[in-house]
């Protein structure tokens, strides 16, 4: 006999290990709306809802809203929204059902089922994980892309958008004309400041619509930041098998966790607050001090690990941490060059956070790949790696570790390129430029680093123009391109031990 599908019928009779929501699920009534409900808002924001709902049962039910891949309206639906949340810690499996999702609409042919939810009256937050290229911002500046393809067709077609600030512009429109209510766009991607920029793209569209539209959105509409971490790989067959057989049913929606979780947002909202504070997430007037910290030192060190791994032949995080060499080049980048770049945050030991950063990467259960974290590197790197190059820079410290990570991502396009052989499908918006780049240009690093650190939209000029930045990424990309990648990255660890390890031992 095949496994009971989950459902709020099935609900009561799996088994009593397996936590389900604490509240009325059919209750719900929808109040927040979700763009992009991927792996990592169904183990972050729908968790803290989860807990919000349990806690103080509110009109905080959530609707998603998915405008690119995957479809989920049908799986989710069937499941009437529930799905279960697995946390994995090497051996241990915790299974709760989350019940905070109403339904997801899937929007992916026309934006019209987007646009229903988003100007309804009811919704009164939006938040989003559209990926940071999802913003259509150009990387190194923040602004939005008035190139990108999407963009161009949003501006001439603006009741038909197909961009997340597209989409957005119109709902305001929408609900500007409709009913005025205020709203708040809450970004939950890893794009430095990411309410500001999330606020620039769509405030380009409103000017350009004309109208009162961008006086409206000025009083109207509040686009707190945010910093949200957790770690939530994309979902494989083998999770949807561990449901069902350790736990007995079938669930098509499964989701996967480490056990840490984290969410700081800025306590500026446009109306009704749900109140995520009172179930862990903390509420702040500025988020930069720890989206610093997080995005320097936890996704630094997961790109840093993703390129490194790959060029070492390590499929997931867990595994290229393993790797002393690796393991111990990202503690010293970290340690030595990262660590100095940080702003104070109230209550963190900046020393302690990158201990437990590196220690959350160890976990064997987390099976997250190094192509995944990899992909769109170019939307990455900016605030992971080039950023607190150009703080260190500017302090006259040295990049010589921060540049290796930077190497990385340029070789790891490179070595995916026909000239190189296709060593490995990539998904980046600049891939297939630098696949020209490589296409056009011999195989010298100098000329190839050269042509890459020449990429404005990445790279800012002043930046790219610095000649010890230059020279660190000419010698990695050199040495990441050569036969045997690891001996440069064992080369670079040995120039740079660490400082406690070169002093005496101190007489007793
Ligand atoms: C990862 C992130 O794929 C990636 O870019 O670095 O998704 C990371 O796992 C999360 O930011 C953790 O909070």
Known sequence: ?????????????????????????????????????????????????????????????????????????????????LYTRLIRQNDEVEARVIGSIIRVVDSQES??????????????????????????????SGALDLDHPDVVHDLANPQSPRSVPGI??????????????????LSCDNIPTNGIILSNVVRAFAERRGGKLAEWIDANVAFPSAMVDRIAPATTDADVDTV?????????????????????????????????????????????????????VLNGAQTTLCYLGVLGGFEHTFEAIADPLLATFVHRMLTQETLPTLMPVPGVSPTAYVEQSLSRLTNTAIHHRNHQIATDGSQK??????????????????????SVPVAGWMAYLIKA?????????????????????????????????????????????ALAANATFRAHVIAGLDGLLSEDPMAFVRHVCAEHEDVLLKQPARSA
């Open 1 to 81: 006999m095949s496994a009971p599908e989950l459902s709020p019928a099935s609900l009561d009779r799996l088994p009593l290990e397996v936590r389900k929501p604490a509240y009325d699920h059919a209750a719900l009534k929808p109040g927040i709306a979700h763009i992009g409900v991927g792996a990592f808002h169904r183990c972050h924001q729908a968790e803290y809802t989860d807990d919000l709902l349990a806690n103080q049962f509110d009109r905080w039910g959530l609707v998603g809203i998915n405008i690119r891949p995957p479809l989920l309206a049908d799986t989710l639906g069937r499941q009437d929204g």
């Open 111 to 140: 934006a019209a089922p987007a646009l229903d939810v988003l100007a309804s009256p009811d919704i009164e937050i939006v938040t989003m994980t559209v990926t940071e290229k999802g913003y259509c911002h150009i990387p190194s």
């Open 168 to 185: 957005l512009a119109r709902a305001l429109e929408l609900r500007m004309a409709s009913h005025g209510r205020p709203v708040t766009l």
């Open 244 to 296: 069902e057989q350790r736990f007995g049913y079938r669930d098509n929606a499964v989701v996967v966790g480490e056990r840490f979780r984290q969410w700081v947002i800025e306590n500026r909202f446009a109306g009704r607050v749900p109140r995520w504070d009172l179930v862990g997430a903390t509420f702040v007037d500025d988020v930069t001090p720890f989206e610093h910290l997080k995005m320097r």
């Open 381 to 402: 790197i900016v605030q992971r790696l080039l950023n607190p190059i150009r703080d260190r820079l500017a302090k006259g410290g040295s990049v010589a570790l921060l």
């Open 417 to 461: 390129s026909a000239r190189f052989g296709r060593a490995w499908p990539v998904s980046d918006p600049f891939a297939e430029r630098i696949a020209a780049i490589t296409d056009r240009i011999s195989a010298n690093s100098r000329e190839l680093a050269h042509a890459i650190l020449a990429i404005d939209a990445i790279f800012d000029p």
